[in-house]
Each structure stands twice: as C-alpha cells, then as structure tokens.
Nanobody
Framework: VQLQASGGGLVQAGGSLRLSCVAS????????MGWFRQAPGKAREVVAS????????YHADSVEGRFTISRDSAKKTVYLRMHSLKPEDTAVYYC????????????WGQGTQVTVSS
C-alpha cells in the first residue's frame, strides 16, 4: 500500500480546506485509516481516524466539530474536511494506514502542509 496526500495550502483563520489521501493497493477496504499532524517543535498527534466501516470514526478533542474524516472505498480515498481553521491547526498533515492484523499505523503518506494565518 502506498499513500499520496494532497490538499494542503495557506488559508486565513476561519477558512476551510479538504485534504485527500489516495491509496494504492488492494487492501484499502480492510485498512483503518488515520490523519495525523505535526507542528514545528511538537510531537506528532492523531487528528482523526476511520475504521473499515465508515461509520466508525474518531476525532481528537481539539478538532471535534470542525474536522470530519470520511472515506470513499470506490476511489480508495480518505478525506479530512477542515472548517473554522485556527492558526494552531498549522502543521504538516499525514495520512496513514493500519494494515489488517497490524497493531500500529505502518504505512505513511508524504505529508501536506497546512498553514493558517491569523
């Protein structure tokens, strides 16, 4: 499995962005998918995750109500819709996959920069 993230950019506070993560390989439907972010000088943190069943989602408290993770199995794509962006959301965003039988996320995309100006 390979992951290709896109959709980052520069946006003003209060604005919106949609990140996309396209997966290659045949196991997409079996993978738990997640979005993570890492700001300069800070540890990487989980932003959201979605189970094999699209009805099972998790969003970090810091983004709850503003960000929404979803997946389109036909397109092998996971999305992160981000609204009401804040300067503290500025980070490199990564998508990741947890392959079947894996305990941890073990496939990572290349990251896409999100910068929110005040």
């Amino acid at each position: 499995v390979q992951l290709q993230a896109s959709g980052g950019g520069l946006v003003q506070a209060g604005g919106s962005l949609r990140l996309s993560c396209v997966a290659s390989g045949r196991t997409f439907g079996s993978n738990v998918m997640g979005w993570f972010r890492q700001a300069p000088g800070k540890a990487r943190e989980v932003v959201a995750s979605i189970g094999r069943s699209a009805g099972s989602t998790y969003h970090a408290d810091s983004v709850e109500g503003r960000f929404t993770i979803s997946r389109d199995s036909a397109k092998k794509t996971v999305y992160l819709r981000m609204h009401s962006l804040k300067p503290e959301d500025t980070a490199v965003y990564y998508c990741a996959a947890k392959l079947p039988g894996s305990r941890d996320y073990n496939v990572w995309g290349q990251g896409t920069q999100v910068t929110v100006s005040s």
